[in-house]
Each structure stands twice: as structure tokens, then as C-alpha cells.
């Protein structure tokens, strides 16, 4: 999870992927070798591109796009070598379409003998991307705020089934307890149901249960 201090409640967050993969596509002999990899930040991305770079030596070209932030605020990309604008920039384009941040791509190409054309390059490098991102698995992302609960011990276990519950019906996270004095929940909410948890906190125990609000923050969760 990621601090944001002010983010707007309504404004959709791009999405991210939970997991590198990889995925080859050959068009008139040229292989295309697609990475997506998760990073957090463009050092990150630059780590995995040296590394592919590396790994892959004897590839003609190692095609780029990158997409960074809680609300893709960084991007970049490179054509490495392919003529200008028939690489990168198309691949960057498809994850800006698809709305995703947080990963890098690289396309790696073999070249076979043939030439593509620009026109082919353009949808050859756009194609591996969005096929590869096809297999990728997404994590959502939403705004949620961070909420402390102290319970007694002696209403813990029925207390802990009923924010179960709640949390299920609500689409929150109940993020973990902590067993000293009392028992502390910490569950993570969508804004607009802060109000429903304590109502519904209030009337199960008679108005003696008040949870305290915390920070937001940038959760992710299987799309």
C-alpha cells in the first residue's frame, strides 16, 4: 500500500499487475518477446530493462514503455533503434488505453530478415502488449481509509465475526488484530462507508463502540 494524502474519492485509480509475465507473438519471422513486470518506481523499471537487456544480449532491439505512480504520473518510453514513433510510443499508448501504472514493458524483437514497414511495427509492438497484458493478472485499485477499533476482550469473539461480516457486505478489508490491553481491529474502508461502520458499530453495542479514523490509502485488490 502507498500513503496518499488527498486523493479524490471519486476518481478512478489506474490498475496494476500482480505478477511479471511473458509472452512471444513471431510476425513474418521476427520474434517479439514481451516482459511486463511490476515496479514502483522508474529506477525500478530502468533495473529490469538492464537486466533483460543483459539476459537477452544478442536481440536487435529492446523496445520500452513504462508507467509509474498512484495516478500514472510518470511515463516514458523508447524505440531503441526501431524507426521513430513505431515502438515505444504504441506501447506506451496501449497502457494508457488500458489504464494501468506501476509496470514496465519491454519488447524484445529477433529480428527475421523481413521488414514490417512502419505500419507494421506500430501494430506488431502494440499487438505484444496487449496481448501480454490479456494474460496478466490485475490487481485493482482503490482508495480506502485506514480504521482502529478497540474492543474488550470479553466482546472480541463477537465483535471479530460481525466486522467478518461487514467487511464481506461492504467491500472492506478487515487488515489485521492485535491482542494487549484490549483487542485493536484494523480494518481498511471505502470512504463512502464510514458512516454505515459506525452506525452499525453503534447499534451493536449500544453506542459504546467508536471506531477511530486514520489515514488513506492505496489498496490493491484481485480485479
Not at 63 to 92: K, N, Y
Not at 145 to 172: F, K, Q, S
Request: proline share 8%; with cysteine.
Amino acid at each position: 500500500m502507498a500513503p496518499l494524502p488527498h486523493p479524490p474519492e471519486n476518481a478512478p485509480l489506474p490498475s496494476t499487475i500482480a505478477a511479471p509475465v511473458e509472452h512471444e507473438t513471431v510476425i513474418k519471422k521476427s520474434r517479439f518477446v514481451t516482459l511486463l513486470h511490476p515496479v514502483t518506481s522508474v529506477a525500478a523499471a530502468e533495473t529490469v530493462i538492464a537486466r533483460v537487456r543483459k539476459e537477452s544480449w544478442d536481440a536487435r532491439h529492446h523496445c520500452t514503455a513504462l508507467v509509474v505512480g498512484p495516478h500514472a504520473d510518470q511515463q516514458r518510453s523508447s524505440d531503441d533503434g526501431e524507426p521513430s514513433g513505431t515502438a515505444g510510443v504504441p506501447m506506451l499508448e496501449v497502457l494508457r488505453q488500458r489504464h494501468v501504472t506501476d509496470l514496465v514493458a519491454v519488447v524484445t524483437r529477433y529480428f527475421g530478415g523481413v521488414l514490417l514497414g512502419a505500419g507494421g511495427l506500430v501494430r506488431a509492438y502494440s499487438n505484444a502488449v496487449s496481448e501480454t497484458l490479456d494474460l496478466a493478472p490485475l490487481l485493482r485499485r482503490q482508495v480506502m481509509v485506514e480504521v482502529v477499533l478497540d474492543v474488550p476482550h470479553t466482546e472480541a469473539g463477537r465483535i471479530g465475526n460481525l466486522l467478518h461480516e461487514w467487511c464481506a457486505a461492504h467491500g472492506a478489508v478487515l487488515d489485521g488484530t492485535h491482542y494487549a490491553a484490549a483487542a485493536t481491529f484494523r480494518l481498511l474502508v471505502p470512504p463512502h462507508q464510514l458512516g454505515t461502520l459506525d452506525a452499525d458499530l453503534a447499534s451493536a453495542s449500544s453506542g459504546a463502540l467508536r471506531p477511530v479514523v486514520g489515514d488513506r490509502r492505496i489498496v490493491d485488490v484481485p480485479a
